[in-house]
């Protein structure tokens, strides 16, 4: 019968009591010894579920805030409210002046959030957590998953205790049966952990299902990544209440991705591919940037070698861009907790590559600053370097492990003074993250200032070193634009995707506000020191176009100009 449990998952009732150090993918014990797994997982289409009708996010942050703003976007029939204990972030959020700067963003939280066209409000945030979590029916745990900075693991290990936090809070609080998705990155079989932790403080008779559902979006992409997923994965266990609760969650997604891509596995498998992504991503960047090292010495070019390989269709061309390195809040912090997993299974060669990922992502930045020195006469007393962008990434304002933060580190440690231009980075962020990688945090406001446009960060500079790939620092000629994605207003769950009203086709995509022209080279050229320097960390800058004003242009994987290549094969 349709909606029916399937037949095999007849063969026992719940409670199904399975040790959860039993539970693989595709080989969960059933009491009729059938086996579960990706077997029962097909049927999530076809099982009994509850309907999410609330929904609480905990964490307002750069995953939390923009995946359930979406999520309400295009569920107008689900509450769903963001908590935060940060009464500021939560009051950001409140306002037009969201407290993360993302493309679209503020359009599709103002579409859920505010009273629009006859549409009510189903977007909310709040800093009472416990109201939050006592009515949700699904509460997102979206909190900050940093490295450890104490104990076995330091510097390596995921840092749970947030997450933990919330886990207890929401034990202690929920008075009803919650379903809890994993939204935050966490070591494989945390779920496990968890789930102990709820069974020991739970009231009684309240029931909890836990999911994983990780994120795989790119900061200054991320409401494109929501709106146009490559796929989105859900994992559970193989009981009843696990494949019921995942069918839940499918629906809520399935009011606008295709549920072809809406894959659903096991727990365990769930866990790690999020942390697998991110590793394979940036294995990609570290092993086009350990090439650019090698063409800087033999006068190959990186962008043709990138060309050439990503024609491979086994290669692609994807994330095969060299520059002065990866950053962000994620890429470094994944591969430290892999690489920590692999060496707690006793894995040590398998912990040692992914290690080496991170190992040629700071040679890389090292070598960069070295190349600076060397091309400034190997001297940096009394001389001003202009950096432009701090960001780690263009469209956003995040600086976390900004390549930025060690170069400038660097190129202070070397007597320079340092200018800093970025469109977005907040001034307080730069400061913080300067201060915090400097033992001297005196020699950082003594040598760094921010200013507000790139004329002043260059005024009596010797050199520029672009550092984030801001459209406004290029001088190329602009390709003729593709046509604007739409991010078309909320739509009904009932509503087919592939069915939209004609009228949702007059939305329009705002596009990204940097400071919307670009940098007048002229105009540079004319406030700097001689001889001019621009190291472009980034390969976004025409170099014949600067040369003719007179610059000298570096970089990466490319040899500069008038350097001699010396090969020694034989030594």
């Not at 092993?287 to 043709?304: H, K």
């Not at 900004?402 to 440690?413: G, M, N, Q």
């Not at 001088?475 to 995707?497: D, F, L």
């Not at 080279?521 to 390969?539: H, I, Q």
């Amino acid at each position: 019968m349709p909606g029916t449990l399937p037949a095999f998952l007849h063969d026992y009732e719940e409670p199904l009591v399975v040790s959860t150090s039993q539970i693989m993918d595709g080989n969960i014990p059933t009491i009729a010894g059938v086996y579960g797994g990706k077997r029962a997982r097909d049927q999530i289409p076809k099982v009994d579920h509850k309907k999410i009708k609330k929904i609480c996010c905990i964490g307002a942050g750069y995953v939390g805030g923009p995946t359930c703003s979406v999520i309400a976007n295009k569920n107008p029939d689900v509450a769903v409210t963001i908590v935060d204990l940060s009464v500021r972030r939560i009051e950001a959020w409140q306002s037009d002046d969201l407290p993360i700067h993302e493309p679209n963003l503020l359009e599709v939280v103002q579409s859920a959030r505010d009273d629009r066209e006859g549409r009510p409000a189903n977007l909310f945030f709040s800093t009472d957590i416990d109201k939050a979590i006592r009515e949700a029916d699904c509460i997102f745990v979206s909190v900050n998953t940093p490295t450890k900075s104490l104990g076995r693991g330091k510097g390596r290990a995921s840092e749970l205790s947030y997450f933990e936090s919330a886990i207890r809070r929401i034990a202690d609080v929920a008075t009803n049966d919650k379903i809890i998705v994993e939204k935050s990155t966490v070591p494989v079989r945390t779920a496990e952990n968890m789930r102990e932790i709820l069974m020991a403080n739970c009231n009684p008779g309240v029931k909890f299902e836990i999911l994983s559902n990780p994120e795989f979006l790119a900061e200054g992409t991320a409401i494109k990544n929501l709106l146009q997923p490559d796929r989105i994965l859900i994992g559970s266990l193989s009981t009843q209440a696990g494949i019921r609760a995942a069918a839940s969650l499918v629906d809520i997604y399935a009011a606008w991705v295709p549920r072809e891509k809406i894959i659903t596995t096991s727990l365990w498998s769930s866990e790690l591919a999020k942390l697998a992504a991110n590793c394979l991503l940036a294995q990609r960047i570290s092993s086009i940037n350990a090439l650019s090292a090698i063409c800087e010495s033999t006068g190959a070019n990186v962008a043709e070698v990138s060309k050439a390989c990503g024609l491979d269709s086994r290669i692609g061309p994807k994330m095969l861009s060299a520059s002065v390195g990866f950053g962000g809040s994620c890429l470094k912090k994944d591969i430290l907790s892999l690489s920590y997993i692999a060496e707690s299974l006793h894995l040590p060669e398998v912990a040692a590559y992914w290690r080496s990922i991170n190992d040629i992502n700071e040679y890389q930045k090292d070598r960069f600053a070295r190349r600076i020195v060397a091309c400034l006469h190997h001297s940096l007393e009394k001389k001003k370097i202009a950096i432009f962008g701090f960001a780690f990434k263009k469209d956003t304002g995040d600086v976390r492990e900004s390549a930025a933060i060690s170069i400038v580190h660097d190129l202070i440690t070397e007597g320079a003074d340092i200018g800093i231009y970025d469109p977005q980075a907040p001034e307080e962020s730069i400061w913080f993250e300067l201060e915090a990688a400097c033992d001297n945090p005196d020699l950082v406001r003594s040598r760094v200032k921010i200013h507000n446009t790139p004329y002043e960060a260059c005024d009596g500079a010797h050199a520029i070193v672009i550092v984030t790939e801001w459209d406004e620092f290029g001088n190329k000629t602009p390709v003729a634009s593709k046509k604007a994605t739409v991010t078309p207003p909320a739509t009904p769950r009932t509503e087919s995707a592939t069915s939209l009203p004609s009228k949702l086709l007059e939305a329009k995509e705002t596009v990204a506000k940097a400071t919307g022209t670009r940098v007048e080279w002229e105009r540079v050229a004319g406030v700097m020191k001689k001889p001019m320097y621009v190291f472009d960390g980034r390969n976004m800058i025409e170099p014949q176009n600067l040369e003719d004003l007179g610059f000298k242009v570096e970089g990466i994987g490319m040899a500069g100009r008038g350097r001699k290549i010396v090969v020694d094969l034989d030594s």
